[in-house]
């Protein structure tokens, strides 16, 4: 099984407005971090946001928060108020602290296009 | 300060040579990350450092891939007899590490190597 799920491969968005982008993960492990990161055209994966299995609330940085719903195993992102710089690819990944490794599992990422 | 940087940023070579891809992670993050970006794979895990040691080599996808790290600072990934299949983005990334806390890693602009 998939240990990190992105339904949608492409995704549009008027500028300004909000937009959710769905990450489902799979774990036995009750310690993880789940995380996201954006590549834009250049290539660069750039850390947007963070998200501790016991953390009690959603994470937020800026104009990026996590909505993180623990018994339903989602960490979907929102990104609110969306400029034309927000298009990019962006990734989900899954880090399992029990794993005795630390490398992150990535989902296939979507595909997020803004329009002016 | 200086985020992690890669080098070459593209590299060219015919099928059967060797090449060295080069990262030079985040000053003091003794963690190091190797990933492989292709179309038909997405992002896979390829080898962690801890320091100079590598305790998790579990990506590598055959004996022709190897990695060192010298110092707890540069890493050098070689891929010996290149085929094309080995034809991808060669992403770097470092973090911080301890045994508590899940840190979120920093990646470097790749090396997109092409095999002909």
């Known amino acids: 099984a998939q240990k990190i799920t992105q339904t949608q491969p492409g995704m549009f968005v008027q500028e300004k407005e909000a937009v959710t982008l769905d990450c489902t993960y799979d774990?036995?492990?009750?310690?993880?971090?789940l995380f996201w990161y954006k590549q834009p055209s250049s290539g660069e994966m750039i850390f947007l946001i963070y998200?501790?299995?016991?953390?009690?609330q959603n994470a937020t940085e800026g104009r990026y928060s996590l909505n993180f719903q623990k018994a339903r195993k989602s960490a979907n992102l929102v990104i609110s108020a969306s400029q034309l710089g927000d298009s990019a690819m962006y990734f989900c990944?899954?880090?399992?602290?029990?794993?005795?490794?630390?490398?992150?599992?990535f989902g296939k990422g979507t595909k997020l296009s803004v329009i002016p | 300060g200086a985020g992690v940087s890669q080098s070459p940023s593209n590299k060219v070579t015919e099928k059967g040579k060797d090449v060295e891809l080069r990262c030079d992670p985040i000053?003091?993050?003794?963690?190091l990350y190797w990933y492989r970006q292709s179309l038909g794979q997405g992002l896979e895990f390829l080898i962690y450092?801890?320091?100079?040691?590598?305790?998790?080599k579990s990506g590598l996808p055959s004996d022709r891939f190897s990695a060192e790290r010298t110092g707890g600072s540069v890493s050098t990934l070689t891929i010996q007899r290149t085929q094309q299949e080995d034809s991808a983005v060669y992403l770097c990334?470092?973090?911080?590490?301890?045994?508590?806390?899940?840190?979120?890693?920093?990646f470097g602009p790749g090396t997109r190597l092409t095999v002909t």
């Open positions: 990334a470092s973090s911080l590490l301890s045994s508590g806390t899940i840190y979120e890693q920093y």
């Open positions: 774990t036995s492990d009750p310690s993880y971090g």
């Open positions: 998200q501790g299995s016991y953390d009690q």
């Open positions: 990944a899954m880090r399992e602290r029990g794993a005795g490794s630390y490398q992150l599992t």
């Open positions: 000053s003091g993050h003794t963690a």
């Open positions: 450092f801890q320091g100079n040691s590598a305790p998790d």
